[in-house]
């Protein structure tokens, strides 16, 4: 018997890397990197071969669930759509379209049908109560880059193939192939930046494995990133080692930002960061005298209560060194599709507004069209007009991944009902009253819609589904169509690809106008997020213009490249002015909202650091809590230890692979956990590492592996109160902690 060969983009994480899949009679005989695909070059991490794991992972759920007298039992499709129906429209008619929220989480960015059609939904549930994964660990960088380049995914990237330095700062890209930057294989790049003489260097409070490769690597107190960021920056005007560059012409507020940084001496933050005054200067003259350098730096710096000032601060040390939007600095991507920085007239915009609404309780200020996830338990247990009493759920599991997640399970408990979209019976779906299971990975075409505007190479990529569907099984577009149809009171019985067809119409005519005939007929014959894509890629910068353009792309082309690995695009080019869509025209590098912010962490600088505090990690085997249920991921040694400091393991009296109990105390009083202790020289003394997205031990789940080592909740012990004002974003670091041995 022979092997069929599918060529597939992995799912699973940001690095978007291509695989070969070979099956044989329905079944997946081997993953490999696929060395043809003109992106990752044959790159994988054990993370692709899982997808074998997932598809036939007899816990992946395969039937709608129903929640019979608290127990969940199986259900057909139409069965489930009528109990939604029964119960979702008249707790918008009695309470209000505001008692009704929406959550998404972050696999949701891997489905095209899932991140295109999510909107939908929401907006025929006419909630201001949206949340999603962005606000625990991205939000701030998104609201920086939106509001210094006028949209939230222009972010600039390290073009590491041609730097000859690179400084990151709370990342840890040799685990995760890039975070908001989509760069797989980042350890074979980086080895290659070092052989042609080039630098990486690292700030983070553990010696991670990007650190251990680093040629220099300084440790740093976690939730000082800002004081640090800030004194380069002040040395940078002290020195006068400003040099913008070629975005000279293209800059406004660099005398504001020197005002803004005075405060910040290297003197001012050395004790507060754990560097010293000279490291900081030398680090900061450094990135203004090597000509190709760029600064990155990611979650350890988005989740502290000043994410969006230091993700602001890494873009004004690219700007003010001159390394932005140039070859081997900080540059943009050009996506084929759904590019927003490519879209309407080049150079300036509408920019971003935030605070369009407000949340009920805390009244914290809408981003992105979302509330911080951290509202969320309260808003449901506050009550009240606009009190929340329904909640549907796509593709998330914030029982483990956000702050006080005990409360957020007693809050969902409370609820009138609750409907969830998810592959898993988890921590947070066994609150759900009806559960809609997604096909698997491998069963959907795919394209990424974001991670090419994250990535270090142009490309055009797309995967056909390696299997077909479970006869009955919806498409997720389709799903959340009908989802919608019954928020908006047209029942549960509507056809999909109608509701489908008539939403296309009008979007086409909204955004086309004059040339929607053509667009209608350049798309005939194509459905859901097919059509969605072919008119993104007609019409886009690299398109055929609905055929004015013969040579340009369109589905068809990127669909027959599929088998060679899809369509290289080239590497980064510069874009500043024409990607701006800020309303000045200019990269605003002095918002009032950030410059009004510096003041508070200005009076925070004297504030002590406390003795002992903790904060997560990234393993190469982890991305999400439902990853500890696959056995090639799971297997090996236990991997939600509490690593600490041999100093203080020997102050505390704690031996490696003893039990200890962390604990903290919160605005909503005590939390602790208990974890399995391993003592390590990687960590910064005074720091302690737990990885998140672990405590399987809840009641009611089917996660039948992952319940063997449940391990400890780190996100337990958080406080759910605790957020950067301006983004919303939790803190997911830094919090102080005591720590003693069990038994």
Not at 368 to 379: Q, V, Y
Not at 548 to 562: D, H, Q, S
Request: glycine fraction near 10%; proline fraction near 7%; hydrophobic fraction near 40%.
């Amino acid at each position: 018997m022979t092997d069929t060969t599918h060529h597939r983009i992995c799912p699973l994480c940001e690095a978007c890397c291509g695989l070969d899949i070979k099956v044989q009679q329905g079944r997946i005989t081997s993953i490999r990197g696929d060395a043809q695909d003109v992106f990752s070059a044959g790159y994988i991490c054990p993370k692709g071969v899982a997808l074998k794991d997932l598809h036939e992972d007899p816990d992946r759920l395969r039937t709608p669930l129903i929640k019979r007298d608290g127990v969940h039992v199986p259900a057909t499709w139409d069965e489930a759509f009528a109990e939604i129906e029964r119960r979702l429209p008249p707790v918008i008619a009695l309470h209000g379209r505001n008692a009704t929220a929406a959550v998404v989480g972050n696999p949701a960015a891997h489905k095209i049908g899932l991140v295109g059609y999510f909107g939908k939904l929401a907006r025929a549930l006419g909630t201001k109560n949206v949340f999603s994964a962005s606000t625990l660990d991205q939000m701030p960088k998104q609201l920086a880059s939106g509001l210094m380049f006028g949209h939230w995914l222009s972010v600039a990237l390290p073009d590491i193939v041609r730097t000859d330095l690179l400084l990151v700062i709370g990342a840890n890209p040799l685990a995760s192939n890039g975070s908001m930057w989509t760069v797989p294989d980042f350890k074979g790049k980086a080895r290659a930046m070092q052989a042609r003489g080039g630098r990486l260097i690292v700030i983070d409070p553990r010696r991670t494995e990007t650190a251990a490769m680093a040629d220099a690597h300084h440790f740093i107190r976690p939730g000082a990133d800002v004081f640090l960021l800030a004194a380069l920056v002040h040395t940078l005007f002290a020195e006068q080692l400003v040099r913008l560059g070629t975005v000279t012409d293209w800059v406004t507020g660099v005398a504001e930002v020197g005002q803004a940084v005075a405060p910040f001496t290297p003197e001012a933050v050395a004790a507060r960061c754990g560097i010293s005054a000279d490291t900081i200067r030398a680090l900061a003259r450094t990135l203004a005298e090597t000509p190709r350098a760029a600064v990155y730096a990611r979650i350890g710096t988005c989740t502290q209560e000043y994410g969006t000032l230091a993700s602001w601060l890494v873009d004004v040390l690219n700007v003010l060194t001159g390394h932005l939007d140039t070859p081997g600095g900080a540059m943009f991507a050009k996506p084929a599709a759904f590019g927003s920085n490519t879209m309407g007239r080049p150079g300036s915009g509408k920019g971003i507004a935030t605070g369009r609404h407000h949340a009920r309780v805390s009244g914290a200020p809408e981003v992105m069209g979302e509330l911080p996830i951290t509202c969320l338990a309260e808003e449901i247990e506050t009550t009240g007009p606009g009190q929340v009493r329904a909640l549907i759920t796509i593709a998330t599991n914030p029982v483990l991944s956000s702050p006080n997640g005990p409360r957020l399970s007693r809050a969902l408990a409370s609820l009138d009902f609750m409907v969830s979209m998810d592959i898993y019976l988890n921590e947070t779906t066994r609150h759900a009253d009806v559960i809609l299971p997604g096909p698997s990975p491998l069963e959907d075409m795919h394209y990424d819609l974001a991670f090419p505007q994250l990535s270090w190479r142009n490309h055009a990529r797309y995967s056909p589904p390696v299997f077909e569907r479970t006869p009955g099984q919806p498409e997720e577009w389709e799903t959340l169509l009908r989802l919608a149809a019954i928020a908006r009171g047209q029942g549960s019985g509507q056809d999909a690809g109608e509701l489908d067809d008539a939403q296309f119409a009008d979007e086409v005519q909204r955004l086309y106008g004059a040339q929607a005939e053509s667009v209608m007929q350049a798309t005939q014959g194509l459905r859901g997020p097919q059509r969605m894509l072919e008119a993104a890629l007609r019409g886009g910068p690299y398109g055929d213009g609905f055929g004015t353009r013969p040579e340009g792309l369109t589905l068809a082309k990127v669909m027959a490249a599929n088998p060679s690995g899809g369509i290289d695009l080239g590497e980064l080019q510069p874009r500043i002015p024409e990607m701006l869509r800020t309303p000045s025209g200019k990269i605003e590098l002095a918002p009032p909202s950030l410059l009004a912010d510096m003041q508070r962490a200005e009076a925070d600088l004297a504030r002590p650091a406390p003795a002992l505090v903790i904060i997560g990690r990234r393993d190469v085997r982890s991305n999400n809590s439902w990853m500890h249920n696959l056995p090639v991921l799971a297997k090996g040694p236990m991997r939600c230890t509490a690593l600490v400091h041999p100093g203080d393991a020997a102050r505390l009296g704690l031996q490696d692979g003893s039990l200890a109990e962390i604990s903290s105390q919160t605005g909503q009083g005590p939390h602790s956990v208990q974890a399995q202790v391993e003592i390590s020289a990687e960590m910064m003394p005074g720091v302690v590492s737990l990885p998140h997205g672990w405590g399987h031990d809840q009641p009611g789940t089917r996660l039948q592996l992952a319940a063997q080592r449940p391990g400890a909740n780190l996100n337990a012990l958080l406080d759910d109160q605790w957020r950067d004002p301006l983004s919303g974003n939790a803190v997911l670091g830094g919090m102080a902690i005591r720590l003693r041995a069990v038994g």
